[in-house]
């Protein structure tokens, strides 16, 4: 999946939504095709088409570093998979 997690980092998903507001994600540190924006809290990974369409706003999502997240959203589609921004739980 080199070319999935390689190419500019993804936009926030607020800024997405707010043109005004609009920055990129950093990579998290020792994680491949994981960023995040610390402003925000917010995640985004990549999954394959057919687990995003399995999942809606609000649903859990394991994080990488073992606790729970949700799900915010999903971006767009990227290196054969779907974009999706998640968050931690709380
Ligand atoms: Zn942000």
């Given at each position: 999946?080199e070319q999935a997690t390689s190419g500019p980092n993804p ?35 990549i ?31 990227r290196g ?11």
């Amino acid at each position: 999946m080199e070319q999935a997690t390689s190419g500019p980092n993804p936009l926030c998903e607020v800024g997405r939504t707010h043109p005004r507001d609009r920055h990129r994600m950093k990579p998290v540190e020792g994680q491949s095709g994981v960023w995040e924006c610390s402003r925000h809290d917010m995640l985004a990974t990549i999954v394959d088409k057919e687990r995003a369409d399995a999942l809606d706003r609000g649903d859990p999502f394991p994080m990488h570093d073992g606790r729970e997240g949700v799900v915010v959203r999903h971006g767009d589609e990227r290196g054969g998979g779907v974009l999706l921004y998640y968050r931690y739980e709380g």
